[in-house]
């Protein structure tokens, strides 16, 4: 696996599905060694070639995650003399682009990493995207869509009473979890806001808007349960993890049509799509505020998007990535139950 930096006790970060997604092939079986991005910014990738070069040598097959990644993956046999396969998986913005303001206007470099990955995806053996969108941003390159998957032990419902308690928060005051870094405009913390606004004077009481940035994995279900509603307004998303993990924890979700937000909602009791709009979004907050009726767990369970299930379809993409072309073994070897290698090091 060639990722972003994963999280730490120091530096939570965004990367938690990715190190989710990687234990549970763990659990089916896989022997997985990790090359993540840190180091000293703006060399790390630099810093990793060495041991991305000694890896890539005895690996069956390379997962890039994220365009970046996936680059330097493509490099790497080549520094190796190995012929593993291949698989690149596009988070987001490395095939949508990266907004720099609140109207939506994309970085140019980012308009130039877009063109960039497209011409990457033909030269990887197999394409996992996270949504439809991204999907035909690189048609007619074939690909397959696959969101990352939920853990539905660690993101289950819990009282909203002890999560308040656990993580201080006010017990007695309607809360509404925004979730990202409120200065990334990418987020959409102006639309967020406004909505908040709106929203109090519907209701004629304070709301509380909550950002879910900076905190340790393990506290984010604790944050879900703790707050009445989660609001997405993003500009652009993939198939952003936190929608479904609000789900998993039965917590209403009130979103704007990004990404695969609107697939994810459809007739879910509770949860709410709405047009970039504060008016409009501030009374589906009201709605779910005064009657906060919610069946979204089952949803994620009925639709296969637990970590499991999620890495079955993994596997299979591996299993034709592996036999499309000869390995450095010489002999292309599908990865199934029946050819355990051990679960391999944990990661640090």
């Known amino acids: 696996m060639v990722c972003p930096e994963l999280p730490r006790a120091d530096s939570p970060g965004s990367m938690a599905p990715c190190a989710r997604q990687i234990e549970s092939l763990r659990a089916l079986g896989l022997q997985i060694d990790v090359v993540d991005m840190r180091g000293i910014p703006k ?3 630099l810093q990793v070639i060495p041991r991305l070069r000694r890896l890539a ?3 069956d097959l390379i997962h890039a995650h994220f365009g970046y990644c996936g680059w330097l993956a493509h490099l790497a046999p080549q520094w190796s003399r190995s012929s593993a396969p291949l698989v690149i998986s596009f988070m987001g913005d490395d095939l949508l682009g990266t907004p720099i303001n609140a109207a939506g206007d994309l970085e140019r470099f980012s308009r130039w990493m877009v063109r960039a990955n497209r011409r990457l995806a033909p030269k990887a053996a197999a394409v996992i995207v996270k949504s439809q969108e991204m999907a035909d941003v690189l048609a007619p390159t074939p690909c397959t869509v696959i969101p990352n998957g939920v853990d539905p032990q660690r993101f289950r419902p819990r009282p909203q009473a002890e999560a308040r308690r656990r993580l201080n928060l006010p017990v007695d005051q309607s809360l509404v979890l925004f979730p990202g870094d409120p200065d990334n405009p990418r987020k959409g913390h102006a639309l967020a806001t406004a909505t908040i606004n709106a929203a109090e004077k519907l209701r004629g009481q304070p709301i509380q808007l909550i950002p879910l940035w900076g905190v340790q994995p393990d506290l984010v279900p604790w944050y879900m349960n703790a707050c009445d509603a989660m609001l997405m307004t993003s500009l652009i998303e993939g198939s952003p993890n936190v929608v479904k993990e609000a789900m998993a924890c039965d917590t ?9 937000v609107e697939t994810m909602l ?8 709405c047009p970039r709009d504060a008016d409009r979004l501030a009374h589906a907050v ?3 505020l005064t009657r906060p009726h919610v069946a979204a ?6 639709r296969g998007l637990d970590l499991t299930s999620v890495a079955q379809q993994i596997l299979e993409v591996y299993n034709t990535a592996v036999s499309s072309g000869v390995r450095s073994s010489g002999v292309g070897v599908p990865f199934s139950h029946s050819n355990r290698r051990g679960r391999g090091p944990q990661l640090q």
């Not at 979700?253 to 990404?259: L, Q, S």
């Not at 459809?266 to 799509?273: A, I, K, L, S, T």
């Not at 767990?297 to 009925?302: E, S, V």
């Open 57 to 59: 040598g005895r690996a």
């Open 297 to 302: 767990r089952q949803a994620i369970l009925d």
């Open 43 to 45: 060399l790390k990738y």
């Open 266 to 273: 459809q007739d879910v009791p509770g949860c709410w799509v």
């Open 252 to 260: 209403p979700v009130i979103g704007v049509p990004v990404g695969d």
């Open 286 to 288: 009201d709605r779910v």
